[in-house]
Nanobody
Framework: VQLQASGGGLAPPGNSLRLSCKLS?????????LAWFRQAPGKERDWVSC???????LYSDSVKGRFTISRANAKKTVYLQMDSLKPEDTAVYYC???????????????????WGRGTLVTVSS
């Protein structure tokens, strides 16, 4: 299974970016839990958001109300819409996947089997 993240770049504070992560090597994305994590310079990797196979979503307090995770199973893609960006959102963003038909929410990096390489988001004027 491979994950390819894209959509990062430079954005001024208050603007928006949409990250995409396309999975390959999976037969059916419906049976996967998906998540986004991020790692700021000099800091540990933090969980940002997750979506389970029932399309329930969860967000960290730092992005709640500004970011939206979604999935397009037919396209084998998970998205992260990031609005009202702040300088503290600057980080490398990683997508992750876990085979799961359960409705549990997974927000620990150790829960996820597959990882993308990451895409850099820089929020600066």
């Amino acid at each position: 299974v491979q994950l390819q993240a894209s959509g990062g770049g430079l954005a001024p504070p208050g603007n928006s970016l949409r990250l995409s992560c396309k999975l390959s090597g999976v037969n059916n994305l419906d049976y996967h839990a998906l998540a986004w994590f991020r790692q700021a310079p000099g800091k540990e990797r933090d969980w940002v958001s997750c979506i389970n196979s029932a399309d329930s979503t969860l967000y960290s307090d730092s992005v709640k109300g500004r970011f939206t995770i979604s999935r397009a199973n037919a396209k084998k893609t998970v998205y992260l819409q990031m609005d009202s960006l702040k300088p503290e959102d600057t980080a490398v963003y990683y997508c992750a996947a876990k085979p799961s038909i359960m409705t549990a929410m997974y927000y620990s990096s150790s829960d996820y089997s597959y990882w993308g390489r990451g895409t850099l988001v820089t929020v600066s004027s």
